[in-house]
């Protein structure tokens, strides 16, 4: 069973919607992640959340907006997507600190703009 | 500059054929090297963590390696559920993973 938790698993969303992407951990990480992977390539860093704070924005465009209400959940807010922006969205979760810390994922949210 | 390369791009074997997989690095203070299975449509799976030169880890038919230059992901007798898409990633002195492209490994019965 995994304990990183990713909900919707798909998505489809036009270029005018708002929706959002929701990820939830159990393993007690302080450190949370966002990554965009397009197909066999990589997963490519969006944000890094420790302790509840935005410690990096990897220049991603605003209409992607991150959230972290709490220790456990983490949240993706996509406004106004290209099509472009489909992808696979991952959420990881880790110890947090300079560390080397292994990341956990969740199964990912396949997102598709039409 | 640092740096990740992953060798072969994809790579097929009899079922019970062993190989290895590569992972080159250039890292400036290397923290840690990850090694992650990703089945298609899914996040990828921790594997193991490497920390120093010369240690080594094992799960299963899986060990992986360390040097100062590369890692090294030996595969003994596969099974078909072995398939997969093998990431390498490391951490320098900057916290942020390097992923390497990955090696599509498949299995056949």
Redesign the interface.
Same mark, same amino acid.
């Given at each position: 069973d995994?304990e990183?938790t #990713?909900t919707p698993k798909h998505l489809v969303m036009g270029m005018t919607n708002k929706k959002s992407l929701k990820c939830e951990q159990h393993m007690g990480h302080r450190a949370m992640y966002w990554y965009k992977q397009k197909a066999?390539?990589?997963?490519e860093?969006m944000f890094?959340y420790s302790y509840e704070k935005l410690s990096?924005n990897e220049s991603v465009p605003s209409r992607f907006s991150p959230e972290c209400p709490n220790s456990s959940l983490l949240n993706l807010h996509l406004h106004a997507l290209q099509p472009e922006d489909s992808a696979?969205y991952?959420c990881?979760s880790s110890q947090p $600190? #300079? %560390?080397?810390?292994? #990341?956990?994922? %969740?199964? $990912?949210t396949?997102l598709t703009v039409t | 500059e640092d740096q990740v390369t992953q060798s072969p791009e994809a790579l097929r074997l009899q079922e019970g054929e062993s190989s290895s997989l590569n992972c080159s690095y250039t890292v400036s203070g290397l923290r840690g090297l990850f090694w992650y299975r990703q089945d298609p449509g899914k996040g990828p799976e921790f594997l193991f963590t490497l920390y120093s030169a010369g240690e080594e880890k094992e799960k299963e038919r899986l060990k992986a390696t360390l040097t100062k230059k590369e890692s090294f992901l030996h595969i003994t007798a596969p099974k078909p559920e072995d398939s997969a898409t093998y990431l390498c990633a490391v951490q320098g002195s900057n916290y942020q993973l390097i992923w390497g492209a990955g090696t599509k490994l498949i299995i056949k019965p």
């Open positions: 995994t990183v #990713q066999k390539k990589p997963p860093l890094v990096i696979l991952l990881a $600190g #300079q %560390g080397a810390h292994e #990341q956990y994922f %969740g199964p $990912g396949r | -």
